[in-house]
């Protein structure tokens, strides 16, 4: 499987941004696949994942500002993330499995000012 990530950028605190990553097999032919971040020193975390192409799963710290979408055709899935803070300034990086091997794509960065 191969991930390809892109919209990232730099904005500012309160605004708005969508990522999408696009994916070299049907989202819904994998086990999951969702979107995780890493911060300047800190350990990778999840953002959220599609479980089974039905149920999307959201971590708790960015639950309600965060939603994850995607689209049969193109297979892409989105991340649409409003109310930046300073401290979702992260790479963020789509991520899959597909069976039990797990994929990752290249991240995108996102920088939120204050």
């Known amino acids: 499987v191969q991930l390809q990530a892109s919209g990232g950028g730099l904005v500012q605190a309160g605004s708005s941004l969508r990522l999408s990553c696009v994916s070299s097999m049907s989202i819904f032919s994998l086990s999951r696949i969702g979107w995780y971040r890493q911060a300047p020193g800190k350990e990778r975390e999840l953002v959220g994942v599609i479980l089974g192409g039905a149920r999307t799963v959201y971590a708790d710290r960015v639950k309600g500002r965060v939603t994850i979408s995607s689209d049969s055709a193109s297979n892409t899935m989105y991340l649409q993330m409003t109310s930046l803070r300073p401290e979702d300034t992260a790479v963020y990086y789509c991520?899959?499995?597909?069976?039990?091997?797990?994929?990752w794509g290249p991240g995108t960065l996102v920088t939120v000012s204050s």
């Open positions: 991520a899959a499995l597909n069976g039990e091997d797990p994929y």
